[in-house]
């Protein structure tokens, strides 16, 4: 796995520290000092190996994965499905009354794991958790402060072109350097094909969730041909859904 090891090496290829920083000794933060850190510094192509590995390995605990875009929520959300870690999704595509049944079935325990939007998750009551995993790194340092404010441990997922931003939290925020965790390269390795695979079927998926959003419009309105019409796409996207659900059932056997 291509792995990168250290802030020198993201350097070689391209990303320079921003002037006056200090990687050695910034005061400690109280807000987020008392927090465990987990540094994890990766190519972007191992990112979503990286992550099945975690919640498998914290499939008894309850997780929040922070995504910065509504596409990666969803993705990974359906991605995860695929390999049989139920998870739900909440992005600010969705309505507030879909947001709020997907932190209901979290709450009760039918599912520990939720796929997050910065956006998605304001204004929700989301409780304190075991872990938050920072599939992406905010481009607004203060972003992760409302992230990591329901836990006790932070994991960072950082690819070299996200290392201007950790900087950036880490001088602000975290308030000590971070060094990056030893990868169990072979178990992660192990799950390359079945996390493609999965990925590859959820891509084929999301416009689904698009095309939801786009008949809840419609129906505000008098249009009903537009709506029926509409009506029929979420119907063969959502069919799309369960048959990518179904087929991959034969993958996830381990």
């Known amino acids: 796995m291509e792995q990168v090891k250290s802030f020198k090496e993201v350097g070689q290829v391209g990303t320079h520290a921003p002037q006056g920083s200090d990687l050695t000794g910034v005061a400690q933060k109280d807000y987020v000092g008392n927090?465990?850190?987990?540094?994890?510094?990766?190519?972007?192509?191992?990112?979503?190996?990286?992550?099945?590995?975690?919640?498998?390995e914290k499939s008894a605990s309850s997780s929040i994965v922070f995504t910065h875009t509504c596409n990666d929520t969803h993705?990974?959300?359906?991605?995860?499905?695929?390999?049989?870690?139920?998870?739900?999704?909440?992005?600010?595509?969705?309505?507030?009354?879909?947001?709020?049944?997907?932190?209901?079935i979290f709450n009760s325990g039918e599912c520990n794991i939720l796929v997050?939007?910065?956006?998605?998750?304001?204004?929700?009551d989301i409780p304190f958790v075991d872990t938050v995993i920072n599939y992406?790194?905010?481009?607004?340092?203060k972003e992760y402060i409302h992230r990591v404010a329901r836990t006790k441990f932070s994991i960072l997922l950082v690819n070299q072109d996200e290392i201007m931003e950790y900087m950036d939290i880490e001088n602000r925020h975290i308030g000590k350097t971070l060094f990056a965790c030893d990868i169990q390269r072979e178990e992660v390795f192990s799950l390359t094909e079945r996390v493609k695979e999965a990925n590859r079927l959820a891509i084929k998926v999301p416009a689904s969730f698009e095309l939801c959003t786009r008949e809840r419009v419609f129906s505000c309105y008098a249009h009903r041909e537009e709506a029926t019409t509409l009506a029929e796409r979420v119907k063969e996207?959502?069919?799309?859904?369960?048959?990518?659900?179904?087929?991959?059932?034969?993958?996830?056997?381990?």
């Open 35 to 56: 927090l465990k850190h987990q540094l994890c510094l990766l190519s972007p192509k191992n990112k979503d190996y990286y992550l099945v590995h975690t919640l498998n």
């Open 75 to 104: 993705r990974l959300a359906l991605m995860l499905g695929n390999l049989g870690i139920r998870a739900k999704p909440i992005s600010g595509q969705m309505i507030q009354e879909e947001r709020l049944d997907a932190l209901n």
């Open 116 to 124: 997050c939007s910065d956006v998605g998750s304001r204004g929700l």
């Open 136 to 141: 992406t790194i905010p481009p607004n340092p």
């Open 237 to 254: 996207a959502n069919q799309l859904a369960l048959k990518v659900s179904t087929s991959f059932k034969l993958c996830i056997s381990y």
